[in-house]
């Protein structure tokens, strides 16, 4: 077993309890979540696996969530996976999930295989913020894809707008600020790096396509 048992069973009872599975109200406001997911549901979850061993990406995640909550007019019905992908984006960091050291990859498979969540919530924590690009520069983009299909569209520009414009710290920035914070952090020629600089004509499309829909 991969994961600790109890914390299988523990997220397992959490998420299938309360109202259950079945409930039509809640199946209709959150189809992309399965129904039995949701917003504090993935906050906690989130929480539980980054807030004590890696404080500065749980405050990155707190304003990622946030800048999604901001956005989440331009989804739609949409807007419940959206803030869930945007708490559980960066889970795969967390020691006790990562696997391959590719967090999208780590915290996709975990989302899937131990927690049971929607497809749609896994695809786009698998895919968020252009992850298909390094995927590829780290001899994983088959195996990715294989797994995850690609979001596409005005959710997927979202994420990555919500991603792309929150500095580690959670704070409000630029996207131009968030890039050269990477840059600097890895420094020229680290995969990370590199990826970011060839992602960034994308996410740069992205973040024209959310602030069209938002205008719009
Ligand atoms: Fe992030």
């Not at 749609?120 to 924590?125: E, N, Q």
């Not at 704070?171 to 990370?192: K, M, N, Q, S």
Request: charged share 25%.
């Amino acid at each position: 077993m991969r994961w600790p048992s109890w914390r299988v069973r523990a997220w397992s009872k959490r998420c299938t309890g309360g109202a259950g599975s079945s409930d039509s109200a809640s199946d209709r406001a959150s189809t992309s979540l399965n129904g039995v997911h949701d917003v504090a549901w993935a906050r906690e979850l989130a929480r539980e696996l980054l807030e004590e061993p890696l404080p500065r990406r749980w405050r990155h995640s707190i304003g990622v969530a946030a800048k999604a909550e901001s956005v989440s007019s331009v989804v739609g019905q949409d807007a419940d996976v959206l803030v869930c992908s945007a708490w559980l984006h960066d889970i795969g960091y967390s020691p006790d999930l990562a696997v391959t050291g590719f967090h999208p990859l780590d915290g996709a498979r975990y989302l899937r295989d131990v927690v049971g969540a929607g497809e749609l919530l896994c695809r786009l924590v698998a895919h968020h913020s252009c992850a298909c690009i390094e995927a590829g520069n780290r001899g994983l983009g088959e195996e990715l894809a294989a797994e995850f299909a690609p979001v596409e569209g005005i959710l997927t520009d979202a994420l990555t707008f919500a991603d792309m414009t929150t500095s580690p710290d959670g704070a409000p920035v630029e996207v131009d600020t968030r890039l050269a914070e990477i840059f600097a952090r890895y420094g020229d020629g680290h995969l990370v790096a590199e990826s970011m600089k060839e992602a960034r004509p994308r996410i740069e499309q992205a973040e024209r396509a959310v602030r069209a829909a938002l205008a719009g």
